[in-house]
């Protein structure tokens, strides 16, 4: 049976497909700002003129190669009503540790560079905080609606408990990339768990409120 040919649209696909994955090795192995068009271009035979044919600039590359080489954490768990605060955070905490020992190096490398690209680009660093803002913005009011399923209140607004969660996730991921072995998945589920801090009660009590003795009387102060 003869084969049937390849559509222009098809064409275009895979060229786009093989830039990417060619930008995707240049950055994992010389860096994102090292990386010219120019030799990203001529690995795969094509020419400057071809990549901006697909991607209008170099910044629009970028943009494709973390939309398909990104390493993210499940956050199912942490919108279910079904199950408390701190047994949510320890699922997210089981399902980041299974990532990362999923990833590939390559997806690792990317991942430190979109971060330090971040710190030398104005333009790339402002596109990062907006998509994680408007990112949080979303998941905090589904976060809301499940704490509020189960009456629950996290020791932060959802909005900066996320914000604080990420920052955690940052740091487990980069220590693991270097040094696997010392990030321990049982230490980090538990981690996670005592993100959800103390019962309200406890906190109310930590606040001021006098506390009772076995007897439920305030207890006695001592005599000098």
Same mark, same amino acid.
């Given at each position: 049976?003869?084969?049937?040919?390849?559509?222009?649209?098809?064409?275009?696909?895979?060229?786009?497909?093989?830039?990417?994955?060619?930008?995707?090795?240049?950055?994992?192995?010389?860096?994102?700002?090292?990386?010219?068009?120019?030799?990203?271009?001529?690995?795969?035979?094509?020419?400057?003129?071809?990549?901006?044919?697909?991607?209008?600039?170099?910044?629009?590359?970028?943009?494709?190669?973390?939309?398909?080489?990104? &390493?993210?954490?499940?956050?199912?768990?942490?919108?279910?009503?079904? %199950?408390?605060?701190?047994?949510?955070?320890? %699922?997210?905490?089981?399902?980041?540790?299974?990532?990362?020992?999923?990833?590939?190096?390559?997806?690792? %490398?990317?991942?430190?560079?979109?971060?330090?690209?971040?710190?030398?680009?104005?333009?790339?660093? &402002?596109?990062?905080?907006?998509?994680?803002?408007?990112?949080?913005?979303?998941?905090?009011?589904?976060?809301? &609606?499940?704490?509020?399923?189960?009456?629950?209140?996290?020791?932060?607004?959802?909005?900066?408990?996320?914000?604080?969660?990420?920052?955690?996730?940052?740091?487990?991921?980069?220590?693991?990339?270097?040094?696997?072995?010392?990030?321990?998945?049982?230490?980090?589920?538990?981690?996670?768990? %005592?993100?959800?801090?103390?019962?309200?009660?406890?906190?109310?009590?930590?606040?001021?409120?006098?506390?009772?003795?076995?007897?439920?009387?305030?207890?006695?102060?001592?005599?000098?």
């Amino acid at each position: 049976m003869p084969r049937r040919p390849v559509t222009r649209a098809e064409r275009k696909l895979e060229t786009k497909t093989a830039i990417v994955e060619a930008a995707a090795r240049s950055f994992g192995r010389s860096g994102i700002e090292a990386s010219s068009i120019d030799a990203i271009a001529a690995s795969i035979g094509l020419t400057k003129g071809a990549v901006y044919a697909s991607f209008g600039s170099k910044h629009e590359l970028v943009k494709a190669v973390a939309d398909r080489y990104s &390493a993210s954490a499940d956050l199912s768990p942490l919108l279910r009503a079904d %199950l408390p605060l701190a047994e949510r955070l320890r %699922l997210f905490g089981r399902g980041l540790m299974a990532s990362l020992e999923g990833a590939s190096n390559q997806l690792m %490398l990317l991942d430190f560079e979109y971060a330090v690209y971040g710190k030398r680009n104005k333009r790339w660093r &402002a596109y990062l905080r907006e998509t994680r803002r408007a990112g949080l913005e979303e998941l905090a009011s589904r976060f809301d &609606a499940a704490n509020a399923a189960r009456g629950e209140r996290p020791p932060l607004a959802a909005q900066e408990f996320l914000s604080v969660l990420t920052i955690a996730v940052r740091g487990v991921v980069q220590q693991y990339a270097l040094d696997p072995g010392s990030v321990r998945g049982e230490a980090i589920e538990t981690f996670f768990a %005592l993100l959800a801090g103390q019962p309200e009660k406890a906190r109310k009590d930590s606040r001021g409120t006098q506390r009772r003795g076995g007897d439920g009387k305030p207890p006695r102060k001592s005599r000098k």
